[in-house]
């Protein structure tokens, strides 16, 4: 039972233009959401996240939005640029205080010169 | 600075042989998750330990163990392996989950495990 779903696998944008990537939950008792970005080979970095006490929190060209009566976050990144081209991952801190973070699936992002 | 390190970063084992996995967190932080990604799918969480003494667990097999060391490096011991094995194993540390940051929870590069 997916808890943290991820419904779109990849998108494909032009340099310059925003990327949206969505990300919804099941759980309203989910108190920290997290945004990582992935390369191959490679672990999983943070990138920006938010408490379920914010709607929005920017750091430069990222911001995520969260809307808890719907369960739902998203990241934007404007603008987007080749480098952006990766796997994010969405990620959200459960119930406890243990530290563990459920994952969403993964989205491909592919920003297009 | 220093990151997470995770040894071996590729493993090749067959069938029923025994891995051990390596983490070493970074410095200062008390806090060890192991986590499982297999192809395709998203990352897992599997054991997680606090002050060497096991936080949380997840879709661990009971084949599998691990432990943090008196030095705060943790080795995730996985027996009997299983073709189903086969995944990417990440480990990330953090200092205590305090609820309202992320307290530099930081993931190493990860350890491709391939069971043949």
């Known amino acids: 039972d997916q808890q943290v779903k991820q419904n779109s696998p990849s998108l494909s944008v032009q340099e310059g233009r925003i990327s949206i990537l969505n990300c919804d939950y099941t759980?309203?008792?989910?108190?920290?959401f997290l945004w990582y970005k992935k390369y191959p080979a490679e672990g999983p970095t943070f990138l920006i996240s938010?408490?379920?006490?914010?709607d929005k929190n920017e750091d430069g060209r990222f911001t995520v939005f969260l809307n808890k009566s719907a369960k739902h976050l998203s990241l934007h990144i404007v603008p987007s640029q080749p480098g952006d081209s990766a796997v994010y991952f969405c990620?959200?801190?459960?119930?406890?205080?243990?530290?563990?973070?459920?994952f969403g699936q993964g989205t491909t992002l592919q920003v297009k010169p | 600075a220093a990151g997470v390190i995770q040894s071996p970063r590729h493993l090749i084992k067959e069938k029923r042989e025994t891995a051990t996995l390596k983490c070493y967190p970074i410095?200062?932080?008390?806090?060890v998750y192991w986590y499982q990604q297999g192809p395709g799918q998203d990352p897992q969480f599997l054991i997680s330990?606090?002050?060497?003494?096991?936080?949380d667990k997840g879709s661990i097999p009971d084949r599998f163990s691990a432990q943090q060391f008196s030095d705060y490096h943790s080795e995730l011991n996985m027996s009997s392996l299983e073709l189903g094995d086969s995944a990417l194993y990440f480990c990330?540390?953090?200092?205590?989950?305090?609820?309202?940051?992320?307290?530099?929870?930081?993931f190493g590069s990860g350890t491709r495990l391939t069971v043949v």
């Open positions: 990330a540390s953090s200092l205590r989950w305090q609820g309202s940051g992320l307290w530099g929870y930081t």
């Open positions: 759980n309203s008792m989910f108190d920290y």
């Open positions: 938010i408490s379920s006490i914010k």
């Open positions: 990620a959200v801190h459960g119930s406890g205080n243990t530290g563990k973070l459920i």
């Open positions: 410095p200062r932080h008390d806090t």
């Open positions: 330990f606090y002050e060497k003494m096991q936080s």
